[in-house]
T-cell receptor
Framework: ETGVTQTPRHLVMGMTNKKSLKCEQHLGHNAMYWYKQSAKKPLELMFVYNFKEQTENNSVPSRFSPECPNSSHLFLHLHTLQPEDSALYLC???????????FGPGTRLTVL | DAKTTQPTSMDCAEGRAANLPCNHS???????VYWYRQIHSQGPQYIIHGLKNNETNEMASLIITEDRKSSTLILPHATLRDTAVYYC?????????????FGAGTRLFVKA
């Protein structure tokens, strides 16, 4: 499998549930990103990991918890979300020294 | 990072060249111009980037003015599948990982 993959592609969860989004990149990159895209809004950068270290947390609420166990995998753990957190969550990766980001297909999240 | 200004939307006839402008009048000497596009409900896709010289790849051409204050993305023979939101981003290299900020972009409609 090549490129950036994300699972699941669709997720419906209640406000009391705990779930995780997974991202995997097969490109040998060492930087990974989480973005949120709400309906009719620009992409919002949430987190940046560079060589497994978090280098950016863009004022994201603590109900979103990222995890980067290695340069190829990135998780977003979700708990006690709100309906306004419903959005398309996108993962991307890039090679250090370039800003050419490769995006996954996204996870469409609906919080009931 | 320098701010970019793009038209909200544009139309283009199928088979004709689509010319998407971007203004970045405050660009610094070390900042690159990047273009991405996002087809509805998919992750953004990298198109092309450049610093000073014009660039061409299999997808598009990037024309950067001599003063670097504006650029134009050219899709030489637009097809219906090129209908998407096109983002122009100006970024400089950052060792902490790129914290790319996506604006609203230009919504290109390619019509038959």
């Amino acid at each position: 499998e090549t490129g950036v993959t994300q699972t699941p592609r669709h997720l419906v969860m209640g406000m009391t549930n705990k779930k995780s989004l997974k991202c995997e990149q097969h490109l040998g990159h060492n930087a990974m990103y989480w973005y949120k895209q709400s309906a009719k809004k620009p992409l919002e950068l949430m987190f940046v990991y560079n060589f497994k270290e978090q280098t950016e947390n863009n004022s994201v609420p603590s109900r979103f918890s990222p995890e980067c166990p290695n340069s190829s995998h990135l998780f977003l753990h979700l708990h006690t979300l709100q309906p306004e957190d419903s959005a398309l969550y996108l993962c991307a990766s890039s090679q250090e020294g370039t800003d050419t980001q490769y995006f996954g297909p996204g996870t469409r999240l609906t919080v009931l | 990072d320098a701010k970019t200004t793009q038209p909200t939307s544009m139309d283009c006839a199928e088979g004709r060249a689509a010319n998407l402008p971007c203004n970045h009048s405050t660009i610094s000497g070390n900042e690159y111009v990047y273009w991405y596009r996002q087809i509805h409900s998919q992750g953004p896709q990298y198109i092309i980037h450049g610093l000073k010289n014009n660039e061409t790849n299999e997808m598009a051409s990037l024309i950067i003015t001599e003063d670097r204050k504006s650029s134009t993305l050219i899709l030489p023979h637009a097809t219906l599948r090129d209908t998407a939101v096109y983002y122009c981003i100006v970024r400089a290299y950052d060792t902490g990982g790129f914290k790319t900020i996506f604006g609203a972009g230009t919504r290109l409609f390619v019509k038959a």
